[in-house]
């Protein structure tokens, strides 16, 4: 499946929880990305990490956290200060600056 | 920061014709152009991209324009097939990340 791995396909959360996605590759990209996908809205960036134990935030990244402890994975966290959470969110990795990005296989996450 | 716009939002056409899609940028320093297909519950793929040192590059019916004056790059595709139905988004980016348009989804009917 492309090297990277989102899990779990789909995902329920109360209001108020926090949850994690999970985003791991083998590909050995240093470069990891968290793209929120809503209709109509494109792809907009939530956080970026470029190195291990480094990480920017996105356009969109209140409400998000993230970690990259490891080069091989990319956690995202949804918290309870993300008001409208409902979406499909999308792992993402490069080789480097202006090369292929390849995408997992995303994460649909409803609020219930 | 980089901004993408992307027209049209959909688009419908007859099986066998062509079909384009247009994309502006903001920033001028952008210099790398992919285009994504993303499949109904699919993940996006690449399916072509430019670099600015390049005007035009085609892969079998699929081809990219790109005119770096006016800031604008286009997708081609020809001989439209219904597995073509997808959205595709197009893209941007400098030595930094990538900023996406919002997408077009394209309908090819038999």
Redesign the interface.
């Known amino acids: 499946d492309?090297g990277i791995t989102q899990s779990p396909k789909y995902l329920f959360r109360k209001e108020g929880q926090n949850v994690t996605l999970s985003c791991e590759q083998n590909l050995n990209h240093d470069a990891m990305?968290w793209?929120r996908q809503d209709p109509?809205?494109?792809?907009?960036?939530i956080y970026?990490s470029q190195i291990v134990n480094d990480f920017q935030k996105?356009?969109i990244a209140e409400g998000y956290s993230v970690s990259r402890e490891k080069k091989e994975s990319f956690p995202l966290t949804v918290t309870s200060a993300q008001k409208n959470p409902t979406a499909f969110y999308?792992c993402a990795t490069q080789q480097g600056?202006?090369t292929?990005?390849f995408?997992?296989?995303?994460t649909r996450l409803t609020v219930v | 920061g980089e901004n993408v716009e992307q027209h049209p939002s959909t688009l419908s056409v007859q099986e066998g014709d062509s079909a384009v899609i247009k994309c502006t940028y903001s920033d001028s320093a952008s210099n790398y152009f992919p285009w994504y297909k993303q499949e109904l519950g699919k993940r996006p793929q690449l399916i072509i991209d430019i670099r600015s040192n390049v005007g035009e590059k085609k892969d079998q019916r699929i081809a990219v324009t790109l005119n770096k004056t006016a800031k604008h790059f286009s997708l081609h595709i020809t001989e439209t097939q219904p597995e073509d139905s997808a959205v595709y988004f197009c893209a941007a980016s400098g030595y930094s990340t990538l900023t996406f348009g919002k997408g077009t989804m394209l309908l090819v009917s038999p």
């Open positions: 492309g990305y793209y109509g809205q494109g792809l907009r960036l970026y996105g356009d999308l600056a202006n292929e990005a995408f997992g296989q995303g």
